[in-house]
């Protein structure tokens, strides 16, 4: 069999030519195409990548403000059950207070009520005892009592003390002073000259007593003179007894 190499060579040329216009019209755009294809295909993938990095990054802010959130909500809880504990603490402090403050009142009221019961009682039984006491001296009185006074007085006043003496002293020895001798009874003239005697030797001075009757003395005889008093009577006695009952029933401060 022979060979056309004239054909062949057509051929061959033709094939060249084939592959060169594939190549030009065919292949190199395919290339082109399938590059800008892979070009867009990983611009779109890093676009998905920007965006999936973003959602990523929203995810985690929109997470850690639900934390705060959370936290913040958690602690707000915690104040606001601890602000009830203390207001309902402070309610029950102040309920409590009050109460025990209305109890003490009212047990001050019932202690006050009770004392001034037992006062207005103690010093009603007392008031008695001693009016009785008071009128059962009067009734004793007698001439042996007077005259018992009498001396009584007179040892009263030989018995002062210096400087009670010199008190007195001085207060007599004012001209313009007033010496008064009060007796629950009618002196005799012999009471009044022991008791006269005894007043001027004891004080020094000629002094001329205004002797009078005081009927409120019961059973008792005072000097007065110049605001001072020097006294002697069962009175005085009754009276130390009332001061010290009424201290005793008194209410306590």
């Given at each position: 069999?022979?060979?056309?190499?004239?054909?062949?060579?057509?051929?061959a040329?033709?094939?060249?030519?084939?592959?060169?216009?594939?190549?030009?019209?065919?292949?190199?755009?395919?290339?082109?195409?399938?590059?800008?294809?892979?070009?867009?295909?990983?611009?779109?993938?890093?676009?998905?990548?920007?965006?999936?990095?973003?959602?990523?990054?929203?995810?985690?802010?929109?997470?850690?403000?639900?934390?705060?959130?959370?936290?913040?909500?958690?602690?707000?809880?915690?104040?606001?059950?601890?602000?009830a504990?203390?207001?309902?603490?402070?309610?029950?402090?102040?309920?409590?207070?009050?109460?025990?403050?209305?109890?003490?009142?009212?047990?001050?009221?019932?202690?006050?009520?009770?004392?001034?019961?037992q006062?207005?009682?103690?010093?009603?039984?007392?008031?008695?005892?001693?009016?009785?006491?008071?009128?059962?001296?009067?009734?004793?009185?007698?001439?042996?009592?007077?005259?018992?006074?009498?001396?009584r007085?007179?040892?009263?006043?030989?018995?002062?003390?210096?400087?009670?003496?010199?008190?007195l002293?001085?207060?007599?020895?004012?001209?313009?002073?007033?010496?008064?001798?009060?007796?629950?009874?009618?002196?005799?003239?012999?009471?009044?000259?022991v008791?006269?005697?005894?007043?001027?030797?004891?004080?020094?001075?000629?002094?001329?007593?205004?002797?009078?009757?005081?009927?409120?003395?019961?059973?008792?005889?005072e000097?007065?003179?110049?605001?001072?008093?020097?006294?002697?009577?069962?009175?005085?006695?009754?009276?130390?007894?009332h001061?010290?009952?009424a201290?005793?029933?008194?209410?306590?401060?």
């Open positions: 069999m022979l060979i056309d190499w004239f054909t062949v060579g057509a051929q040329i033709n094939f060249i030519v084939l592959i060169g216009l594939l190549k030009h019209f065919l292949y190199q755009p395919v290339l082109d195409a399938v590059d800008a294809r892979e070009a867009r295909i990983a611009g779109q993938l890093a676009d998905a990548q920007a965006l999936q990095a973003k959602a990523v990054a929203e995810r985690d802010a929109l997470h850690a403000r639900h934390e705060a959130f959370e936290h913040e909500r958690q602690a707000l809880l915690k104040q606001a059950v601890h602000d504990q203390v207001e309902r603490q402070r309610l029950v402090d102040e309920a409590t207070h009050e109460a025990d403050a209305l109890k003490a009142k009212h047990q001050r009221a019932l202690a006050e009520q009770a004392a001034q019961l006062q207005t009682l103690d010093q009603g039984v007392g008031h008695e005892v001693f009016a009785i006491a008071r009128r059962a001296l009067a009734d004793l009185a007698s001439a042996s009592l007077e005259a018992r006074i009498a001396e007085f007179v040892e009263r006043v030989n018995a002062l003390d210096a400087a009670a003496r010199a008190e002293v001085q207060v007599l020895a004012d001209p313009c002073t007033t010496a008064i001798l009060r007796s629950a009874f009618e002196l005799s003239a012999a009471q009044r000259g008791i006269q005697a005894a007043v001027d030797a004891a004080f020094g001075t000629n002094l001329a007593l205004q002797f009078q009757t005081a009927p409120q003395l019961i059973a008792g005889i000097l007065e003179a110049g605001g001072r008093t020097l006294a002697w009577n069962i009175a005085h006695y009754l009276a130390d007894l001061a010290a009952v201290a005793l029933t008194a209410p306590p401060a």
